[in-house]
């Protein structure tokens, strides 16, 4: 039963303006790199090779953007909490834009600011949102799917007016001040935050605990059991020697695509062997401990469904910027601008989502729950992809394409992100152990790396001579073989990951009130 007298807690809007403007300066810089890379810092490439050369660069950085949450969530839960490991790579964020807005010629300084700003962003990715969980308890934890949904509105806010501005500021004031600005706007978010340093709920780490997500699997690969077969161990070794041969693979797939896959053969065969064997750990880890690290190995499975997803949603910075290089638009209309479209009609379907389709379909006897909506957003992804290969066929075949065409996928691309990610954020932490919280939102982020893992290798495996020759024998560009191809991968996750779910048992982990 509802608590109508829960109060909302009074620090949420330091969390919320910080998070505003924190999103500003992402964006900002993030959704003027493609084409500020094809048109200033990769000229000296050959022109046939630079918008791959452009699309690598920037699917590497979200790569990295997207990995160091892993190190922000061990931080927080093993040694600073949450709010001091979001402060101090907050303060990096800030030098790693400063870098961007300097070396604006140097490519050197300019991927060293890249790499600090996947450092600061990324680090923190996983903290805001579990950090603003950490603020509300079981007498009003009904009000934090609200609050994680006006979470990501603001995100959305910022995200709208850096995608409109800046590539106009890109164009008419140049990369210094194009990048500065954004960087300006991270040091005001730094402030924000810092501002509520006394008024939040402070949840503390735990440096020593023996029971961790981590230990509790070490002792389930490692411990005997007489009569039983190790297969749980062997197939973690079996990663493991799979990693081994990503990361010999190097000189082909380049270290990051390479690195990214020995991840996913550790993280995938490695946690799939602890769930065969997790029972041995029973007895010597608390009950309590082995359920927590079942659910989160139930959790990994979804997130990784999910991956396809974000294979689709993050190249509408990176590939979408291209198409709309060929379309016809006003003069003055940059194509990065079409990227505003996205967080517009975010602000516009969240409100519409949760006051008339949920209600209206709750009425109608569906029941809204967070796997499906996510499994939903997954599916109208690749809807939206089938439309941009279309739309691409189109202009393959030397059609004069309006820029307004591209509406159309970027409407039902951001309805799948509002099914998909805003649910995301709160089902993650809602899951999660209350000692795993940090380290199960990280592994939501990182699925963000998983699906632009799969776009380098898609790249990367379309310049190879057998392929090239089948995607000539469809008849298709290479750019729209590649689209089909995506949609196609985005339809068949949201199809597991709706069988899946049906299977998949919520549990409730919000804190106890008071």
Known sequence: ??????????????????????????????NILTPFLMTALLLSVPEQFRAGEAKDIFHSFVIGVYFFPLLGGYLADKFLGKYRTILYLSILYCIGHAFLAVFETNKEGFYAGLFLIALGSGGIKPLVSAFMGDQFDQSNKHLARKAFDWFYFTINFGSFFASLSMPLVLKHYGAAWAFGLPGALMALATLFFWLGRSRYVHVAPEP???????????????????????????LACAGVALALFSLSQTPNL?????????????IGFGGGGAALQLERARGIHPDEAVDGVRVVLRVLVLFALVTPFWSLFDQKASTWVLQANLMSRPEWFEPAMMQALNPL????????????????LERSGLKITA????GAGIAFSGFAWIVAGSLQVWLDNGHIVSILWQMLPYALLTFG??????????????????????????????????????????????????????????????????????????LVAAAVFALYARRYQLVDNYRAAG
């Open 208 to 234: 020593d605990n023996p029971h961790s997500f981590l230990q509790v699997a070490k002792t389930a690969l490692l411990s005997k059991q007489a009569g039983h077969a190790d297969k749980g161990l062997y």
């Open 371 to 374: 796997l499906r909506r996510m």
């Open 417 to 490: 992100e509002v099914l998909v990610s805003a649910t995301g954020l709160e089902f993650a932490y809602s899951q999660a152990p209350a000692t795993m919280k940090g380290i199960i939102t990280a592994f939501w982020q990182l699925s963000v790396t998983v699906g632009n893992l799969w776009v380098l290798l898609a790249n990367n495996s379309i310049r190879s001579e057998s392929v090239l020759s089948h995607v000539d024998s469809t008849g298709l560009s290479q750019t729209a073989f590649l689209m089909y191809f995506f949609a196609g991968f985005a």
């Open 254 to 266: 380049g270290f990051v695509a390479a690195f990214c896959l020995a991840l996913v053969f550790i």
């Open 345 to 360: 009609l975010v602000m516009i379907l969240i409100p519409f989502n949760n006051f008339v389709l949920y209600p209206l």
């Open 1 to 30: 039963m509802t608590d109508k007298t829960a109060r909302w807690p009074r620090q949420l809007p330091y969390i919320i303006a910080s998070e505003a403007c924190e999103r500003f300066s992402f964006y900002g810089m993030r």
